[in-house]
């Protein structure tokens, strides 16, 4: 079992990871016997996870209510977070109403927010359910729902008061979903830690297989680089955080023109890293060798390391422009430097833009090394 | 011209109050030569004020957006702060626009709202039109709107970064809405400020009658109440914010058996302090010549001592139970115990709930000063 602690001002909470954990889930929780909880869950995992967990929490004298979503991307919006509203205040939970996020990101963001404004902030906790989740999302504190204008436009900070990460969740996880968690575990290592990138090579068939060593090490290096960005930089004002958007802002063109849901998150920030790398390599600061260390390493985990054969690369930058109008003030595009260590750059032109772009269109060839 | 400082952690705003603050915007408002805004307004103030301002701001080379509002409590929900959003992605807004609120409380806690929760937060400044907002709501930071099940149950605390008070707006606020505002003064001096208490005594006409200097100094020191209750209890946590809730557990009650919008909110307020007071007066803990006090001065300010006439004291009883379970953990029923001081009392029987609003139901006789 690892133990993390996230700190952030004068408040921490802590992160557990290991298998097994549901079946002690009491023993993890920061709930009191006579705590009132709503789990909220989507219509895929209520079937699987929601009766055991709720009997555990029963028998230790907590009161248990839950909201059960429709599953996906689609419904991140204001009318999931108004139907949470609604069951709790039909059922008159009050300001020491507890949430517990059970699900994959799409869950967590929306619990998270439901949380950050329901009379005006009340706890709650992410029980993450996807390998993304673990990763990523659960943690940060980062909560919102899509706008039609634009995803995860709305939102607020709020950080949960724990993270339970339980690995024997992602037994039932489609090796599809699990691949688009590997992207952007790969993605600390690009830009956070090159021993970390290192170790993946070594063992990323025994993430993939599932093996429980392996996945409790990967999760705690990412929960911890995570946690560390977190606490100092927790609303992305001072750009650290803004660096774990390596490879998104391509991706992000990606899952919009494509229509979000049909490539993954994770598919598209696969292929948004190389573009990136390429872009830094047409910059000169990033060497081909390395992009194909990246390269390399995606396609073990079975993720696209090409762009999708309908977009073509004029057709990425409208997506890019308003990104950077709408979401940033500065064109921020996160390029990696070395394995390890990437900046935030601030004017790339459209013309190396579309030349990096054209090189993830069809077909990566793995180039030579040639020396800068 | 009159300046506060709001502090709370490592930051701070300032409150200006002057009259003819507005020729002069610009002085006052943190702005820069580049600074993009959106004014949020309703359909009676925009063709009073909008254009004024407007120039004022392009004249420094600001550019100006708006966003008008239809006019109405009814208003204060989720799809006018979906509109605001509609509006800023529509005209690509990124996180460095800067919002406006120009009206009274129910457009600032609006755009308090939306600047909280738009792209997880940006910056937003209070203009406030009423006196109502000028005295409270414009200042604290508490930010949301309606929902069906409840009046301010989604929302978030969200700072402005400057409020600009300026007396001119009320010259061409009706006086009904202007008493609404007198009532959140007379709360203010009664849980607070004896002496302030004595100066209203002295100074109601010339309030009413909008003397400049009197209304400067009224705003003046209900701005500094409520900026050191919220540099000590941002967020209603400490049990010091929730005593601004004098009167407001029973004026709930009639506000929303009237119907939103019908009892305006200062109007079920200055009855509900009257309520709590009796009830004071029962757990013989307040004396009724204070009460008679209160009484006299709500009234020169032309303000209703009574509840209405349709209401049952029962009816009261079954909104205060909802209010304490769905908002505070805790009946917390706020009382005076002298003209300057308030407890948090919590749990006051029905029985004696009854008697007190009986008391206020038809016809509030001034008792004779019975001493205890
Ligand atoms: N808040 C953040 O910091 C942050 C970071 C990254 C991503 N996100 C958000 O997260 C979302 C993507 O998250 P995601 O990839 O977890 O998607 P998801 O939540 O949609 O889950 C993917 C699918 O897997 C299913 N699933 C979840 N757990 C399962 C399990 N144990 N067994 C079987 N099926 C399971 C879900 O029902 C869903 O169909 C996006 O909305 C993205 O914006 C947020
Ligand atoms: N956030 C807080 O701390 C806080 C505190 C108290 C009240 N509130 C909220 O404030 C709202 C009540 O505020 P309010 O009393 O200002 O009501 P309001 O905003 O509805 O304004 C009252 C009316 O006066 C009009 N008006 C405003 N300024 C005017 C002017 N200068 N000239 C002519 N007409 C003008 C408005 O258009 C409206 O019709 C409620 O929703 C209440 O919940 C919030
Ligand atoms: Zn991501
Ligand atoms: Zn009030």
């Known amino acids: ?48 996870f ?44 009050g300001r020491d109403t507890i949430l517990i996020a059970l699900g994959g990101g799409v869950i967590g963001d929306l619990t998270g927010f439901a949380a950050a404004i329901y009379q005006r902030g009340i706890k709650y906790i992410q029980i993450p359910t996807t390998f993304l989740a673990q990763v990523d999302a659960a943690i940060g504190g980062k909560t919102g729902v899509n706008h039609e204008l634009g995803k995860n436009m709305i939102g607020a900070f709020h950080q949960p008061i724990a993270v339970i990460i339980d690995t024997d ?10 691949a688009s968690g590997i992207a952007e575990v790969i993605k600390y290592a690009v830009i956070f830690d090159e021993q970390f990138f ?3 090579e070594q063992n990323i068939d025994a993430l993939i297989s599932l093996n429980p060593q392996a996945l409790e090490y990967c999760i705690r290096r990412c929960c911890e680089l995570k946690a560390n960005v977190i606490s100092s930089d927790e609303k992305e004002i001072r750009g650290i955080r803004v660096l774990l958007n390596f490879g998104h802002t391509f991706g992000h063109a990606i899952e919009a023109y ?84 990437a900046i935030l750059h601030k004017s790339v032109s459209d013309k190396i833009l579309v030349a990096a772009i ?15």
């Open 1 to 48: 079992m690892e133990k993390i602690t996230v700190s952030i001002g004068k408040s921490s909470y802590p992160i557990t990871i290991a298998s097994g954990l549901l079946t002690n889930l009491i023993t993890f929780l920061p709930l009191e016997q006579k705590s009132t909880v709503m789990i909220v869950t989507n219509q895929t995992l209520a079937p699987i």
């Open 50 to 93: 929601l009766k055991e967990i709720t009997q555990h929490l029963n028998k230790q004298g907590i009161k248990v209510n839950n909201v059960i979503l429709p599953d996906g991307e689609k419904y991140k919006t204001w009318e999931s977070i108004n139907y949470i509203f609604n069951e709790l205040l039909n059922n008159l939970h």
């Open 169 to 178: 969740f992602l037994l039932s996880l489609s090796s599809r979903q699990f």
């Open 198 to 200: 290192y170790w993946l």
């Open 258 to 341: 494509m229509g979000y849901g049909n490539w993954l998150h994770g598919e598209a920030i696969a292929v948004g890293m190389i573009m990136a790398a390429r872009t830094a390599e047409h910059l000169k600061i990033f060497q081909s060798q390395h992009t194909n260390r990246i390269i390399a390493l995606l396609q073990r985990a079975k993720l696209p390391v090409n762009g999708p054969i309908e977009m073509k690369a004029t057709d990425y930058l409208p997506y890019m422009q308003r990104d950077k109008k709408v979401f940033s003030k500065k064109m921020h595009l996160v390029l990696p430097t070395k394995i390890g260590s």
């Open 358 to 372: 054209n090189e993830c269109r069809i077909f990566t060839e793995l180039k030579n090394n040639i020396q800068i």
